[in-house]
C-alpha cells in the first residue's frame, strides 16, 4: 500500500469508573486519582465498574469549558497526553494505541484511534482514567494509557465539515467531513459512518541545475499539484448476552483516487510529470469473547483486501521542435491480509495471566507494464525483469504474558514467545525461507508518590516487512531503479525504554522519556552487481531518543483558561554504510520535532482562540547513486478562533502557514558509485501560500 491507510472499529468490552472516594481532596473536582481499592461491586456494565487503582481519573465536568462534541475532544485535552498509534504492527498482537476503551485495546488493522474516538458521543463518556499501562493485564502497551469509559446511548450522530483553501495555485478542499450515527436496538449495539478524507495540495518554485563543476545547465520553473479524495464508508456491530459473551463485527470499504501532477517549464523543454491512482479496498473483521473454566477466551478474525492500480506518465517537448522523450508505467498491485487469533486470559491470585496464539496468510501480487516513446509517436513496450512477482507470507507467532504487583506502587508484567515465518516469491530469482524470531519483554510501573510515575521497558522485537522491497521497482519521476531482493529478512532489535511522568496539579504534567535500540538487519540501500541497488538488511545500527511532552496550564497565575500543550523529541541513528563502510546517519531519518499548541478558553464565554507552531529535521536520503535532502524552511505556524455554540454547532477558523513555509529540496546525483565524479546536482525552493480552514461540527 503506497498510503498508509486506517478504517473503522474495535471491540468495546467491560470498563471502570470513579467511586465517590477518588472525589476526595482533588486539586480539581474533575480531576482525582482513584483508590488503591474499590468497595463498589464490579458487573457487567461499564458505567458501575471500579475505576482502575492508581489512575487519575477526569470526569466529564473536567472537559466543560471545551464544550467537547466527541470522546476525541476529551481525549486530547488530557494534560500530558499525546495520543499515538503503532507505526507498523505485525498482525494483531503487537503495539496499538495508547487509547483503551471500556478497558480493552483498540485492535482493529485499518482504522485509526481517532477516527473511532470521533465517532462517540461526549455525553457518552462517563469518564478517562490516565493510567500506567504496566498496571494492566493487556501485554504489549507501555507508558501512560488513557481508558475511556462510556456507555452506548439510544442513538445519538455527530458530523463535521472541513473545507479549506489555499492562496495560491490549488483548487479549494471542499468535501472533507465525516457523519456518524450510533444507535441500539435490543442489545445489538451499531455505529454507521461515512466519510471522506480530501486534499488539495500543491507548491510552486524555482529548481536549479548544476553541473559537476557547479556550473548552472538548467533553470526550472515548476508546479506541483496534488490531489485526492478518499471516502470511506464502515459500520461496526455488538452486542452482549445476558451471560456477558461479547460478540463484534467490523465492516469498512474505501476507495482512493489520488493525482500528482507537476508542470516544469525547463530551459528549451516542458516536462509534464503525471501519477494516479484508483484503489479500492475492504476489510471485514470481528471477535467474539466467552467465558471458558476460569478465564475468558477471546476468538479473532480478520480478512483484508486491496487493489491499488497505479499510472505514471513522464512527457519531454522541446522548444526546437525535436521528438519528444515520453516514459508511461502501469503497476497493479494487490494485497491480501487474512488473520486468526485466540486469546486466554484468566487471573490466580494476584497474577495475570494471558496465552494468545496468532496465524496469518499474507500477500502481495504485483506487476508493471513500461513503455517508451519513440520518434513516431508510438509508445513501445519495454522489458522490466523482475517486474512481475507475487509474495506471500505464511506467519504463526504464539506468546505468554504474566503480571502481577510487586508491591503496592510497584507492577511488574512480561511475556515470553516466538514467531515463525514462511517467505515465499515467485520468478526466476524466487526464494522460500523460514524463520524462528523469539521475542517478549519485560515492563515495569512504579509510582514512587503521588505526583510521580516512572515507566520502564526491556523488549526484543520483530519488525514488519515491505513486501515491495522484494520487488523489482523503478521510478520514472527520479530516474532511480531498485532491483529486487528476495534475500530479505525482518529486522530484530532491542529496545529499551523509560519514561517518567510528573504532575504539576494545577499546573498541569510533564512527561520525559528516553529510549535506545540496538537493531540487527535493518533494512537501507545495498548493492546489487556493479552498478545496481535494492534494499536490503544492514547490521550494527543504534537509535537513541529522548522525548519531552506535556501540558502547562496558567490558571494558577490567573489566566483562567489558557494552556499550552507541546511535544519535542530528538533521535540519533547511525549504520554502517554497506558502501564505504563509514559510519552515516540513517537514510531519512527523523532528527527532530517541536509541536507547540496554545489555547485559551475565555471564561464565561463560548469563545476560544490559540495557535501553535511546529518544526522538524531530518537526515539525508542516501542511495548508492545519489544523497537527497529535504528541509522545512522556518517551520509552520497557524493560529484560530473557535465559537462553540453557534445555533448548536462548533465553528472554527484557523489561518496556517504564517511566516510563510518553503519547502526545499536538494540532490546531489554521481556518475556512477557516491564515491565517485559527480553527474549533477539539482536544488529547488518552493513555496505553498497561506492556508484557510474551517471546522463545523455537530450533533444530532
Excluded at 522548444?319 to 491480501?336: A, I, L
Amino acid at each position: 500500500m503506497r498510503y498508509a491507510q486506517l478504517i473503522c472499529c474495535t471491540a468495546l468490552l467491560s470498563g471502570t469508573i470513579i467511586t465517590p472516594v477518588a472525589a476526595q481532596n482533588a486539586d480539581d473536582p474533575a480531576e482525582a486519582e482513584a483508590p488503591q481499592s474499590a468497595d463498589a461491586e464490579t458487573v457487567n456494565a461499564a458505567d458501575t465498574a471500579p475505576a482502575n487503582a492508581g489512575a487519575r481519573v477526569f470526569t466529564p465536568d473536567y472537559f466543560t469549558q471545551f464544550a467537547p462534541q466527541t470522546a476525541l475532544e476529551m481525549v486530547q485535552r488530557v494534560p500530558g497526553f499525546t495520543i499515538e498509534e503503532a507505526e507498523e504492527r505485525r498482525g494483531l498482537g503487537q503495539g496499538g494505541s495508547n487509547v483503551l476503551l471500556n478497558g480493552e485495546r483498540f485492535s482493529a488493522k485499518s482504522t485509526d484511534i481517532r477516527t473511532a474516538l470521533g465517532r462517540i458521543g461526549a455525553d457518552s463518556v462517563t469518564r478517562l482514567e490516565l493510567l500506567d499501562a504496566a498496571s494492566l493485564d493487556i501485554p504489549g502497551l507501555s507508558g501512560q494509557v488513557v481508558n475511556l469509559v462510556y456507555t452506548s446511548s439510544g442513538g445519538s450522530g455527530q458530523f463535521r465539515w472541513s473545507p479549506s483553501f489555499r492562496t495560491r495555485q490549488t483548487k479549494p478542499s471542499l468535501f472533507d467531513g465525516e457523519i456518524s450515527y450510533s444507535g441500539q436496538i435490543g442489545k445489538l449495539e451499531y455505529t454507521l459512518s461515512l466519510e471522506n478524507d480530501s486534499f488539495r495540495n500543491g507548491n510552486n518554485g524555482i529548481e536549479n541545475v548544476f553541473d559537476g563543476n557547479d556550473m548552472l545547465i538548467d533553470m526550472r520553473d515548476e508546479i506541483l499539484f496534488v490531489d485526492g479524495d478518499r471516502p470511506k464508508i464502515s459500520a461496526t456491530f455488538k452486542r452482549e448476552a445476558d451471560n456477558g459473551n461479547v460478540a463484534n463485527l467490523n465492516l469498512a470499504y474505501e476507495r482512493f483516487w489520488f493525482e500528482v501532477r507537476e508542470d516544469s517549464d525547463r530551459i528549451g523543454s516542458f516536462r509534464d510529470y503525471f501519477e494516479t491512482e484508483k484503489e479500492y479496498n475492504y476489510e471485514i473483521g470481528g471477535d467474539y469473547e466467552f467465558g471458558l473454566g476460569d478465564g475468558r477466551l477471546k476468538l479473532i478474525g480478520l480478512h483484508r483486501y486491496e487493489n491499488s492500480p497505479f499510472f505514471f506518465d513522464v512527457l519531454t517537448s522541446f522548444d526546437d521542435g525535436s521528438p519528444g522523450d515520453g516514459v508511461r508505467q502501469d503497476r497493479f498491485v494487490n494485497e491480501t491480509e487474512t488473520i486468526a487469533r485466540g486469546e486466554y486470559r484468566w487471573k490466580g491470585g494476584s497474577n495475570d495471566w494471558q496465552i494468545s496464539l496468532e496465524g496469518a496468510l499474507n500477500s502481495l501480487d504485483t506487476g508493471r507494464e513500461l513503455s517508451v516513446l519513440e520518434p513516431d509517436g508510438d509508445y513501445v513496450p519495454v522489458a522490466l525483469p523482475g517486474g512481475d512477482a507475487t509474495v506471500k507470507e505464511k506467519r504463526a507467532e504464539g506468546n505468554v504474558t504474566w503480571g502481577r504487583p510487586l508491591a503496592p506502587n510497584l507492577t511488574l508484567q512480561t511475556s515470553l514467545g516466538a514467531e515463525y515465518s514462511q517467505i515465499s516469491q515467485s520468478g526466476p530469482s524466487g526464494l522460500t525461507r523460514s524463520f524462528i524470531r523469539p521475542k517478549g519483554f519485560v515492563s515495569a510501573a512504579w509510582k514512587v508518590n503521588d505526583t510521580l510515575d516512572v515507566n520502564a521497558r526491556v523488549e526484543r522485537s520483530v519488525g514488519q516487512l515491505n513486501f515491495f522491497s522484494f520487488v523489482a521497482s523503478s521510478d520514472i519521476g527520479s530516474g532511480n531503479e531498485n532491483a529486487g531482493n528476495p534475500e530479505l529478512v525482518p529486522q530484530q532489535s532491542w529496545d529499551i525504554e523509560i519514561e517518567a511522568t510528573k504532575t504539576l496539579g494545577p499546573w498541569g504534567s510533564v512527561t520525559l522519556s528516553g529510549d535506545y535500540r540496538l537493531i540487527e538487519d535493518i533494512i537501507g540501500q545495498i548493492p546489487i552487481g556493479e552498478f545496481g541497488e535494492a534494499p536490503g538488511n544492514i547490521d550494527g545500527t543504534r537509535v537513541f531518543g529522548i522525548r519531552a511532552n506535556g501540558t502547562l496550564k496558567f490558571d494558577p497565575i490567573g489566566w483562567t483558561g489558557a494552556r499550552l500543550e507541546f511535544d519535542t523529541r530528538y533521535r540519533k541513528a547511525r549504520l554502517d554504510d554497506p558502501l564505504t563502510g563509514e559510519r552515516l546517519p540513517v537514510s531519512g531519518n527523523l532528527k527532530y520535532d517541536i509541536d507547540l499548541d496554545f489555547r485559551h478558553d475565555i471564561s464565561n464565554t463560548d469563545l476560544a482562540y490559540g495557535g501553535g507552531y511546529s518544526a522538524f529535521a531530518q537526515e539525508a536520503g542516501f542511495r548508492l547513486n545519489e544523497i537527497s535532502q529535504f528541509t522545512l524552511d522556518n517551520g509552520s505556524s497557524y493560529i484560530f478562533v473557535e465559537h462553540k455554540d453557534v445555533a448548536g454547532l462548533k465553528i472554527r477558523a484557523t489561518v496556517e502557514n504564517l511566516i510563510g513555509t518553503g519547502e526545499d529540496f536538494a540532490r546531489t546525483v554521481y556518475a556512477g558509485r557516491r564515491t565517485g565524479d559527480i553527474a549533477f546536482t539539482e536544488a529547488r525552493e518552493r513555496s505553498f501560500g497561506q492556508i484557510f480552514r474551517f471546522d463545523v461540527s455537530g450533533t444530532f
